[in-house]
């Protein structure tokens, strides 16, 4: 069965970093899409970027510039970089394996105010 494990998550302060990995399990990872999606309380959860298995990306128009994903395939992991975080950021970061939906547990960021 698919696993997808985050870690990385914490509280950081405005303007500062964080790198979130997901550890992927039971299928074929260096052949699929990954993703990474947020979810704020009151709110929706939102997808934030994509990497396709030839390693293109997409993000939302709200972390463009600031985020980036990118893949390890010989680790099986797929990692979001998040520079510049502001205060909006704050929410559970949950990788996704699109191919059947499958979701990790999540990670809690916290940019403070």
């Known amino acids: 069965q698919v696993q997808l494990v985050e870690s990385g998550g914490g509280l950081v302060q405005f303007g500062g970093s964080l790198r979130l990995s997901c550890a992927a399990s039971g299928f074929t990872f260096r052949s699929y899409a990954m993703a990474w999606y947020r979810q704020a309380p009151g709110k929706e959860r939102e997808l934030v970027a994509v990497i396709s298995s030839d390693g293109t990306t997409k993000y939302a128009e709200s972390v463009k510039g600031r985020f980036s994903i990118f893949r390890d395939n010989a680790k099986n992991t797929v990692y979001l970089q998040m520079n510049s975080l502001q205060s909006e950021d704050t929410a559970v970061y949950y990788c996704?394996?699109?191919?059947?939906?499958?979701w990790g547990q999540g990670t809690q960021v916290t940019v403070s105010s």
């Open positions: 996704n394996f699109p191919n059947d939906g499958s």
